[in-house]
C-alpha cells in the first residue's frame, strides 16, 4: 500500500508514520507534505525514503535543511502542490491531515483521482460535502476521525435505511460544567489542555469551544446520507466509547477502544482488513465506569452555529468553518476572548448570504470572504 501523508509534522500526521513504522511489510510512504517544519519534513522523508515532498510555505523554500532530502526526492512548493500529488501513479492511498480548508482541493483531487482518500481534514466536508460525496465510490473515503471511523465500522453490520439514530460521542472537553459567564475568563493554556487526546492546537480549541462536535455533526450527515436529526451529541467524558448507531430495532453497536488515533488512521490504511494494534489493549475490568450527558448548548453557542449552519446549507458551513479558524487564531495569539470564537462566527454567518454550493472556485470566494469579515469583526472588538 503506498501512501502520501499530507501534514506528516502535525498530531494526525506524526501518528500515521507511527502506524507506517509499525507495518513496513504493508504500507510504503511514497510522499510526505509539511507547511513550515522542513527540518522534520527532511527527517521523515530520510526515514521513509520518500520520493515527493511539498512543502507549502514557500517562505521556506530556501531552508538550508532541504539540501539533505535523501537523493532521488523531488521538492515542490506552495498548496496547490498538494493538489497534484494524488494524480501520481505511485500513490494509492492519501492521507489529508493538514488544518482547515486548506485540504479541500487535494480531498478534491483525490477523489477524482480515484484514490482512497483517508480524510482526518474535517472542513472539506463541511464546506464542499454537496462536492465531494458524489465523487466518492464506496470505500474509497475512509474517515479517520475517531468518532467518524467508530461510526463506519458500527454501520457495517446495518443497511441505511435501518439506522434510527447516530449518537455522536464528545469528550465534553477541558470546561465541561462550565458556564458561559465562567468560559469568559479562560484562557489559552486552559483551553489547550484537553482531557483525553493529543491534538493540536486548533484541533484543542475547537474541542473547547464544542464546534469540533459541531463541524463533525454536519461532517457526518455528508458522510452517512443522514439529516441532523438523525445525528444527536452525547458527553461520553471517558472518551472510549467513540460513537455508537443505534438501529431501527432498538439494537445499539457501539465501537469502544483506547483514545489513541492510530487506531482510527490504521483503519483508514487497512480497511477492509484489520492489523494488529498500534495501541495499548484496555481490560474493561478496570474501567471502572461509563458516563453520558447532554451537551450545554447555552454555555456553548457554537453547537447552536453549526446546527443552523447544517440545517441551512449551501454555502453556510462554508462561512462557519472559515470565520471560526481566523477566530481561533485570534484566540491562540491572544487577541480575544474564549467567548469572542462564537461571536465572530455568528457576525459573519449573519452578514453571509446563503448560496447554493456551485464550485470549489465559488467556495474559495466565500472562504476569502469569511475570513475578511472575520477579520473587520476581530478588530472592531480590539
Known amino acids: 500500500m503506498r501512501v502520501a501523508i499530507l501534514g506528516c509534522t502535525g498530531s494526525i500526521g506524526s501518528q500515521a508514520l507511527d502506524v507506517c513504522r509499525q507495518h513496513t511489510d504493508k504500507v510504503q510512504v511514497v510522499a510526505l507534505t509539511a507547511h513550515s517544519n522542513t527540518h522534520q519534513l527532511v527527517a521523515n522523508a530520510r526515514e521513509f525514503g520518500a520520493t515527493r515532498v511539498v512543502v507549502t510555505d514557500e517562505a521556506h523554500c530556501n531552508d538550508p535543511v532541504l539540501s539533505e532530502l535523501p537523493d532521488g526526492c523531488a521538492l515542490f512548493f506552495g498548496s496547490d502542490a498538494l493538489a497534484d500529488l494524488p494524480h501520481l501513479e505511485d500513490i494509492d492511498i492519501v492521507l489529508v491531515a493538514v488544518v482547515g480548508a486548506v485540504g479541500l482541493e487535494a480531498s478534491y483531487a483525490t477523489l477524482k483521482a480515484g484514490k482512497r482518500l483517508a480524510l482526518a481534514n474535517k472542513e472539506p466536508l463541511v464546506a464542499a460535502g454537496d462536492l465531494l460525496m458524489p465523487l466518492a465510490a464506496p470505500g474509497q473515503l475512509i474517515p479517520v476521525d475517531s468518532e467518524h471511523s467508530a461510526i463506519y465500522q458500527c454501520s457495517m453490520v446495518g443497511e441505511p435505511r435501518e439506522v434510527h439514530l447516530i449518537w455522536l460521542t464528545c469528550s465534553g472537553g477541558p470546561f465541561f460544567g462550565c458556564s458561559h459567564d465562567e468560559l469568559a475568563r479562560v484562557g489559552k493554556q486552559d483551553a489547550l489542555a484537553h482531557p483525553n487526546w ?185
Not at 302 to 312: E, I, N, P, Q
Open 198 to 382: 493529543n491534538m493540536g492546537a486548533k484541533i484543542s480549541i475547537d474541542s473547547a469551544t464544542l464546534m469540533n462536535k459541531g463541524l463533525e455533526r454536519i461532517e457526518a450527515m455528508h458522510l452517512f446520507d443522514a439529516d441532523l436529526d438523525q445525528i444527536q451529541i452525547v458527553i461520553q467524558r471517558e472518551s472510549k466509547i467513540h460513537s455508537m448507531v443505534e438501529y431501527a430495532d432498538g439494537s445499539v453497536m457501539a465501537h469502544m477502544g483506547t483514545s489513541d488515533m492510530r487506531i482510527p488512521i490504521q483503519f483508514a490504511f487497512s480497511y477492509p482488513e484489520r492489523w494488529s494494534t498500534p495501541a495499548p489493549r484496555i481490560d474493561y475490568r478496570e474501567l471502572g465506569k461509563l458516563t453520558f450527558d447532554a451537551p450545554d448548548v447555552e454555555a456553548f453557542p457554537s453547537l447552536r452555529l453549526a446546527d443552523f449552519a447544517g440545517r441551512v446549507g449551501g454555502t453556510m458551513p462554508c462561512v462557519l468553518n472559515a470565520a471560526n479558524e481566523v477566530a481561533v487564531e485570534a484566540f491562540l495569539q491572544e487577541a480575544c476572548s474564549f467567548n469572542d470564537i462564537p461571536r465572530v462566527v455568528e457576525t459573519c454567518m449573519e452578514a453571509h448570504d446563503r448560496m447554493e454550493v456551485s464550485s470549489l472556485e465559488q467556495l474559495h470566494e466565500v472562504d476569502a470572504w469569511a475570513r475578511s469579515r472575520a477579520a473587520q469583526v476581530l478588530a472592531s472588538l480590539a
